[in-house]
């Protein structure tokens, strides 16, 4: 087991905002799946006090993340269960290793069960896809996108710190992204932008600049023209979406005989990402690689439960 979880990382779950929407997200769940309800659980209810022991481990290889949201489930079912998280997030585990337990009634570790599965394995699996890229690109910043399930964000963002990537931005309000729509409403609205890349983006800019936006702008292209305009007026992030590493190299390679202004992290590959084009990407000169698939099509990490009487060890 290759212990690489922080401080930082555990931390996060402290945090009162992240308590609060933890708590939202177990019990709408919990809700949805009735455990006060639970009619198989009228099996032991002679034995209602008989504390019962549950594991939770890896069926697979992964990184993990999230034995604290785990954990809060069972809590939320009831205050009095003692719980223990085995592993810190961004731990990688081999298969078979114990990332959490649990004492508590038969009841409650049974009504739990799925849905603290359910969580964990969605947050590992999600940290295991983004540490993939990050071994693939060990020279590029691996980031999330907002392509993510709504109300979730702030967990997922978390599993993709835990496999080692970044947060693109939180929200809308983090800094402008101004992608393909935004231009061609732009153009729509200015037809005197039409045709005029040079125009169309330093309109882009100086509206912004004049809006109060002090940090980084970041603007999607899809030609070489709006690419070397963006360096020339020192767009802080230029996001290369769709285009082959190939071609991205020679962009650059032909950006840097002209003397453009450009730097590395500068510029962010996207679209269609996975381990073998994110390395492809990193060799061509993109220090910025953002992938929508770490959150929104990550395969979950297989975890299972065994419950046996007795407590904790």
Same mark, same amino acid.
Not at 74 to 85: E, G, I
Not at 251 to 262: H, N, Y
């Given at each position: 087991m290759e #212990?690489q979880?922080?401080?930082? !990382?555990d /931390?996060?779950?402290?945090r009162?905002? @992240?308590?609060q929407q933890?708590c939202?997200?177990?019990?709408?769940a919990?809700?949805?799946?009735?455990?006060?309800?639970?009619?198989?659980?009228?099996l032991?209810s $002679?034995? %209602?006090d008989?504390?019962?022991r549950?594991v939770?481990?890896?069926?697979e290889?992964?990184i993990?993340?999230?034995?604290?949201a785990?954990?809060?489930?069972?809590?939320?079912?009831?205050a009095?269960?003692?719980?223990a998280c085995? *592993? !810190?997030?961004g +731990?990688?585990v081999?298969?078979?290793?114990?990332?959490?337990?649990?004492?508590?009634s038969?009841? @409650?570790? !049974?009504?739990?069960?799925?849905i603290?599965?359910?969580i =964990?394995?969605?947050l590992c699996?999600?940290?295991?896809?983004?540490?993939r890229? *990050?071994?693939?690109?060990?020279?590029?910043?691996i980031?999330? +996108?907002?392509?993510?399930? %709504?109300? !979730? /964000?702030?967990? &997922?963002?978390?599993?993709?710190?835990?496999g080692?990537?970044? $947060?693109h931005?939180?929200?809308?309000a983090?800094? %402008?992204l101004?992608?393909?729509?935004?231009r061609d409403?732009?153009?729509?609205?200015?037809?005197e932008l @039409?045709g005029?890349? #040079?125009?169309?983006l +330093?309109f882009?800019?100086d509206?912004l600049?004049?809006?109060g936006?002090?940090g980084p702008?970041a603007?999607?292209?899809?030609?070489e023209?709006?690419?070397?305009?963006?360096?020339?007026?020192?767009?802080e992030i230029?996001?290369v979406?769709?285009?082959?590493?190939?071609?991205l190299e &020679?962009?650059?390679?032909r950006a840097?005989?002209?003397?453009l %202004?450009l730097?590395n992290?500068?510029i962010?590959a996207? =679209?269609?990402?996975?381990?073998t084009?994110?390395a492809a990407y990193?060799?061509?000169?993109?220090?910025?690689i953002? $992938?929508g698939?770490?959150?929104?099509?990550a395969?979950v990490l297989d975890?299972t439960?065994s419950? $046996?009487?007795? =407590?904790i060890?």
């Amino acid at each position: 087991m290759e #212990q690489q979880g922080t401080g930082d !990382l555990d /931390r996060f779950w402290l945090r009162d905002d @992240v308590q609060q929407q933890l708590c939202d997200w177990i019990d709408a769940a919990l809700e949805e799946d009735r455990t006060d309800e639970d009619r198989t659980s009228l099996l032991f209810s $002679s034995a %209602p006090d008989q504390l019962c022991r549950g594991v939770v481990s890896t069926r697979e290889e992964g990184i993990v993340c999230g034995t604290a949201a785990m954990s809060a489930v069972f809590k939320r079912l009831a205050a009095d269960c003692r719980t223990a998280c085995r *592993v !810190l997030d961004g +731990t990688r585990v081999e298969s078979g290793t114990e990332i959490m337990t649990v004492e508590g009634s038969a009841a @409650v570790l !049974l009504a739990g069960e799925r849905i603290a599965l359910n969580i =964990g394995s969605h947050l590992c699996g999600i940290a295991t896809r983004t540490a993939r890229l *990050v071994e693939c690109a060990p020279t590029a910043t691996i980031l999330d +996108t907002r392509k993510n399930i %709504p109300g !979730l /964000r702030i967990f &997922q963002k978390q599993a993709v710190r835990a496999g080692g990537g970044v $947060s693109h931005r939180a929200d809308l309000a983090e800094f %402008p992204l101004v992608k393909e729509n935004h231009r061609d409403l732009i153009q729509s609205l200015h037809p005197e932008l @039409v045709g005029d890349r #040079q125009a169309e983006l +330093t309109f882009i800019r100086d509206t912004l600049r004049s809006g109060g936006v002090k940090g980084p702008i970041a603007i999607e292209v899809e030609d070489e023209e709006s690419f070397r305009c963006c360096l020339g007026l020192e767009i802080e992030i230029i996001l290369v979406d769709n285009i082959s590493p190939e071609i991205l190299e &020679q962009w650059i390679a032909r950006a840097r005989s002209d003397d453009l %202004p450009l730097r590395n992290d500068q510029i962010e590959a996207s =679209g269609g990402i996975d381990e073998t084009s994110a390395a492809a990407y990193a060799a061509a000169g993109a220090g910025r690689i953002s $992938s929508g698939a770490i959150t929104h099509s990550a395969p979950v990490l297989d975890l299972t439960m065994s419950i $046996s009487g007795g =407590g904790i060890e």
